[in-house]
């Protein structure tokens, strides 16, 4: 498993990627190891918080001796239930996120990108931005008024849209324009072909 | 909304402005491999400073959508470059996300002779679906077992 991460991180950077992102987020298999009612192991990688972070950190350890831990991000979805994650102990859900954002302040990495949701206490919005000192990048649901706001108060250093940009190729120039948003065709996210995928509206 | 279009420059992300493109599970990856029309669509987006690709499974095993891209195979490393050249070419940085979906998954969904594997053996709820037999219930996954090979 983790060597598998690291040859496909030292793929990504043959193929020309600027770096990679570990998909800790959302209900997969490093989500499933960070959540105690998921992981049951009773093995390094199963136990006490330090024992579930594990996997990610050592993953991330090595990634970062072959491609460098400054081409290497994180994402994380705390207080999240996608995928049939139960929720946790929400001492114990701050104490392993406010962990894994020291651990991955002391690998160096280039980001964090927050998958963001009312669900999360501010305390822990908070513990991230003081262990981790390097970029933070938030999703979820942000407008361009929000995601500036975000920019302004210093909460994030970058944000991402997801559904906008799908639906708008030239999301940033009709921001810019202060042009119309398309409207995403929910019939066509994962239907094989061009319709609903590079056939949305550009300006002229 | 001008703190949008400020540059950033922090180590190796050198951007032109702080807008990102999240990473979208698009399923248009034919056989799991990055194609011509992928780079098409995100040269489309490459107004924005970085894009995050969609998950892309470092595994056979990680597939547990259908279509979805791998970064195992020399040829998957080919069809990833039509993708950063075009997004370079349209001034954006692009990262690789690397998603192993663990039990998020359905043999279905996996390249023959392969199984669902996850950090135990909890199978989740709900369905997902499968070109070949439409929605399944997800697999039980096999445990990720520890030994010299796999570390
Ligand atoms: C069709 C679709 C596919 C997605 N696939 C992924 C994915 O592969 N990896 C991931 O981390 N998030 C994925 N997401 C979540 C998005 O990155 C983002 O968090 C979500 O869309 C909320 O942001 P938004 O309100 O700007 O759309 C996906 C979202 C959508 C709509
Ligand atoms: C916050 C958020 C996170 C998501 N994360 C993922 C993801 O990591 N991987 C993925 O394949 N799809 C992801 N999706 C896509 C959803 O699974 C779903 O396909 C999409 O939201 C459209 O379905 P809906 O209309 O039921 O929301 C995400 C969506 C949202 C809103």
């Known amino acids: 498993m983790i060597s598998s991460f690291v040859t496909a991180a030292a793929n990504a950077i043959r193929a020309g990627f600027d770096g990679v992102e570990l998909h800790g987020a959302n209900g997969y298999i490093l989500e499933q190891s960070l959540n105690p009612h998921i992981n049951n192991r009773t093995d390094i990688y199963g136990g006490n918080i330090e024992n579930r972070c594990r996997l990610l950190l050592d993953i991330i350890r090595e990634i970062s001796k072959v491609i460098g831990a400054e081409k290497v991000g994180v994402r994380v979805s705390p207080y999240s239930t996608l995928g049939d994650i139960p929720a946790y102990n929400a001492e114990e859900t701050d104490q392993t996120y406010a962990y894994l954002a020291s651990e991955l302040n002391h690998l160096g990495i280039a980001y964090i990108h927050i998958s963001d949701s009312p669900a999360i206490p501010e305390k822990t919005h ?14 979820n649901g942000l407008t361009p008024e929000t995601a500036a706001a975000k920019i302004s108060d210093g909460s994030a250093d970058l944000v991402a849209f997801g559904r906008s940009f799908l639906a708008n190729p030239d999301f940033v120039k009709r921001i810019e324009k202060n042009a119309p948003f398309n409207d995403v065709d929910y019939m066509s996210l994962y239907t094989p072909g061009e319709q609903g995928y590079t056939n949305y509206a550009i300006l002229p | 909304m001008k703190q949008l279009f400020s540059s950033y420059t922090k180590g190796v992300l050198q951007l032109k402005n702080r807008v990102v493109m999240a990473p979208m599970t698009r399923s248009r990856a034919l ?10 669509y995100y040269k489309q987006r490459s107004g924005a400073g970085l894009i995050i690709t969609e998950g892309t499974s470092p595994s056979p095993e990680g597939l547990g959508y259908p279509r979805i891209p791998g970064i195992y195979s020399d040829a998957q490393v080919d069809g990833w470059k039509m993708v950063t050249k075009a997004v370079h070419e349209g001034g954006a940085k692009i990262f690789l996300q690397l998603m192993h979906t663990g039990r998020i998954a359905h043999i279905a969904n996996l390249p023959e002779g392969y199984h669902p594997v996850g950090i135990s053996d909890i199978k989740a709820a709900g369905e997902i679906f499968t070109d070949k037999e439409g929605m399944q219930e997800h697999a039980v996954p096999k445990v990720w077992i520890l030994t010299e090979s796999s570390i």
């Open chain 1, 126 to 139: 908070q513990q991230i931005r003081s262990n981790f000192t390097n970029t933070l990048i938030y999703c």
């Open chain 2, 31 to 40: 056989n799991n491999l990055p194609n011509e029309l992928m780079a098409t």
